[in-house]
């Protein structure tokens, strides 16, 4: 696929190139306006052609800021895979997962990282700990030696085998912390359904590879190089 960071930069460069033509197109549809003088003809065109091209003007932009704001989207989520130790691939789908649930991707990073913590601290020996996955049925040293969102898959699987409601939302509270209850609503896809979701975000054109992500990286840190460069090129010309 092209990367986000080549659309964004031929987004740039024919923005750039399309606003240069047209300000060359008012500079004579002006020069025409003044030598036919006040005729209403001349008027009504130019009036015409203005209103177009800041339509167009502003579909460019809009273009250009939605390709900026995709890349600050993959940018952000490979990182939360970074920190997770999900793959960028899984991460997209449980960006996806979050939205369908009604839930942000941050809500979602931060309790993964609550259960990988209340995960560790069981596998290492916390009885408190062991004891909330053994509520379950689950053997915390099992579930260290599994893909985190694997792991994180047959946690919610057993959350949603409780009987009652109460049950589901107690048992919620011992893996994920207080205030989790937010996420009864995410558990609830389980491991079929985020199967399923994972299928509708490729298809949907959701999901991007470490590779792109790389890629879009790689960009982000070229423009923030970029306005370095100029902040110091600014500096120097006021020391």
Do not use: C
């Amino acid at each position: 696929m092209a990367t986000i960071g080549t659309l964004l930069v031929n987004v740039a460069a024919n923005t750039t190139q399309f606003q240069q033509g047209l300000n060359k197109a008012r500079g004579m549809m002006a020069d025409f306006t003044h030598f036919v003088g006040k005729a209403g003809v001349a008027s009504a065109v130019f009036q015409g052609v203005q209103f177009a091209t800041d339509k167009m003007q502003a579909l460019a932009r809009s273009a250009f800021e939605m390709a900026k704001g995709q890349a600050e989207t993959v940018d952000s989520l490979g990182k939360m895979a970074d920190r997770l130790g999900i793959a960028t691939e899984e991460m997209a789908a449980f960006e996806h997962a979050a939205a369908l649930s009604g839930n942000s991707v941050v809500e979602v990073e931060q309790s993964i990282q609550r259960y990988n913590r209340q995960l560790g601290e069981a596998a290492s020996g916390n009885k408190e700990a062991q004891q909330a996955f053994a509520q379950l049925g689950l053997d915390p040293r099992e579930l260290a030696g599994m893909k985190p969102g694997d792991a994180f898959w047959m946690t919610a699987d057993a959350i949603n085998g409780l009987g009652t409601a109460y049950d589901r939302a107690a048992a919620t509270q011992a893996i994920f912390g207080r205030g989790s209850g937010r996420m009864l609503t995410f558990l609830q896809t389980g491991s079929d359904g985020f199967r399923k979701i994972s299928g509708e975000a490729k298809k949907f054109g959701r999901i991007f590879s470490a590779e792109d992500f790389q890629a879009v990286q790689n960009m982000n840190d070229e423009i923030t190089r970029a306005q370095l460069a100029m902040e110091g090129a600014t500096r120097q010309l006021v020391i």
